[in-house]
């Protein structure tokens, strides 16, 4: 954060990589110091999330979107990070000094994913309750969560991830009023969206592939916003802090045996 405060302070915009802070409080500081020093219609503050620029996932929010309230909704990834594997080769990564470890660093990912999909209105997390649990010593303090979410809507549905299982495999699946739709993100599992309507015994897949790929599309975004002089409402702090809001919600309940904790700042 002192970085990037430096900056903002000379004027120059900012394109940070995720998450926007160790943790909610300091996140929370951050942004209030932003508004509070910085002209925000003149220095931009952007949060690097390329899983919100991923064309999967867009794809996926729009038919979502179009097929009712959600009634149900399962996320899951299961791998496991080996000990010399690249993204572990950083000793702030090997020794981290801020809570959930790798399952902070890899899994915010995995929460915008589920965000952009559930979209902004009836889809909001409103509160969960989550296990974590650590299955690999070179992964602490703990690589493991599996939560359950309830939707501002009524609805419900479930997290799963771990960087520490012999499990393999992910899945985006959201269930509405109207029927279901299935994401898949990542070039091994065929980059696509299928969509099932209420009905019908099998869905209809459609292709959604990244001319750039997610990273390159982000920074794309980015230059964009500043040649325009317009923020991209996918990079704001505000959706990076909710997405770590919710990372924190699920260690934080972990942590308590499984209680359940509210969400607050959700967009």
Partial sequence: PEYIKQCLSAGKHVLAEKPIAKDVATATE?????????D?????????EQYRFMSPFNVGAQRIASF?????????????????????????????????????????????????LLGSEGGKLERVSALT??????LPPVDTVDAVFRLASGGQGTFSLSFGSTGTGTEWSVACEKGEVSVSPFPGD??????????EKEGKFEKAEDEFG???????????????G????????????ADLEVLEAMLSSGEKGGEGVGLKVQT
């Fill in 214 to 228: 997610g990273v390159k599309t982000e920074v794309f975004a980015w230059a964009k916003s500043l040649k325009e």
């Fill in 68 to 116: 009712g309230k959600i009634l149900n909704f399962r996320v899951r990834m299961q791998t496991c990070i080996q000990p010399d594997m690249k993204y572990l080769a950083t000793s702030w990564r090997k020794e981290p000094e801020y809570q959930g470890g790798f399952l902070l660093d890899g899994g915010v990912h995995f929460v915008a994913g589920m965000r952009r």
């Fill in 190 to 199: 065929g980059k696509g969206v299928t969509v099932k309507a209420k009905g």
């Fill in 40 to 48: 925000t219609s003149k220095v931009f503050f952007a949060i690097a």
């Fill in 230 to 241: 317009k923020p991209n409402p996918l990079q704001s702090a505000e959706e990076a802090l």
């Fill in 133 to 138: 649990t650590l299955h690999q010593d070179y």
């Fill in 30 to 38: 951050l942004l209030a110091w932003y508004h509070e020093n910085v």
